[in-house]
């Protein structure tokens, strides 16, 4: 038994099978950060990971006051990044889980994909505009100053992200770059033409990366992927855990613990609405 205590929760494997299958599918349709930065999850560790892991380590020390008593001693504190824990409870009910063990085809797993929904949102959240409270600051947040506005209509889109394009390679950054949108605005490109073609493949042909439909984004961003500039580091993944249950439903929960750090801030524009590009 692990900190999960999925051994004491009345689900059979089947009901726990369609639970993460469902988890899963929702996780990997919405995390968008991972697409466009270093993913660093618990394989990746040379040392152990895990939920017992709770920092980075940054390579960096600031010199502090010597103790007290032993004056002529130098004194270094190492600087870390704490790991954040985020966590979404849920139901089950327990109809649908014996359901589930019947065979039923359509079982109803909403609130599993709501709360998968939820903290996918809140991982990109952090790691796009920042989490104060967990000492994680986000890209947007940090290059704020330097946020391309896409312009009042759809047709001038195009052009911000060539500005945006424009500024990293003048100021030497590389590629390949992608392309990150909010939902109504990768919707709003999709539907929206110019002289017959959609106006999202004028953007596409723009980049040599992905363009990536994120809810947990306000805007946009324009991201260089050359690696070694942005870090998702993952103490434990996405894991369902129980909490408690009674004759109608069974308590849940999905968490992980994660912290997202900046290496290279030039590596990024954000993209913001209103407002016209100046090229």
């Given amino acids: 038994m692990n900190h999960l205590f999925r051994e004491k929760a009345p689900i059979t494997a089947a009901g726990w099978e369609e639970i993460e299958k469902e988890a899963r599918r929702t996780l990997r349709a919405l995390l968008a950060a991972r697409r466009v930065v270093d993913f660093k999850g618990p394989m990746d560790f040379k040392g152990p990971m895990g939920w017992g892991a709770s920092d980075v380590e940054l390579g960096r020390a600031d010199p502090i006051a010597s103790p007290s008593n032993a004056k002529a001693v130098q004194a270094r504190l190492r600087r870390i ?3 954040v824990e985020l966590r979404i409870p849920f139901d089950m009910p327990r109809t649908e889980l014996d359901a589930i063990d019947r065979g039923a085809r359509d079982p109803d797993l909403d609130n599993v994909t709501a709360a998968a929904r ?46 945006a394009l424009t500024r990293l390679r003048d100021e030497g950054v590389e590629g390949p ?6 939902e109504q605005l990768y919707k709003d490109l999709s539907s929206r033409t110019d002289s017959g073609y959609p106006i999202i493949s004028h953007v ?4 040599d990366g992905d363009l990536v439909w994120a809810p947990g984004i306000d ?22 855990g129980y909490l408690e249950h009674d004759t109608e439903r069974v308590r849940l929960y999905i968490e992980e613990s994660f912290t997202f750090l900046i290496l290279t801030e030039q ?11 100046k090229p």
Avoid: M, W
């Fill in 177 to 182: 770059f992608a392309v990150v949108l909010n």
């Fill in 267 to 277: 590596a990024a524009i954000p993209l913001t609405t209103g407002g016209k590009a």
């Fill in 81 to 83: 990044q704490p790991l």
């Fill in 219 to 240: 805007g946009g961003l324009v991201i260089s992927q050359r690696g070694g500039d942005f870090e998702l580091s993952v103490g434990q993944d996405f894991s369902i």
């Fill in 118 to 163: 939820l903290i996918a949102i809140a991982e990109d959240r952090s790691a796009f505009h920042g989490y104060a409270a967990a000492h994680i600051t986000g890209i947007c947040e940090k290059r704020a100053g330097v946020a391309v506005p896409l312009g009042a209509s759809h047709a001038d889109y195009p052009l911000a992200v060539a500005t």
């Fill in 204 to 207: 596409q042909r723009l980049v």
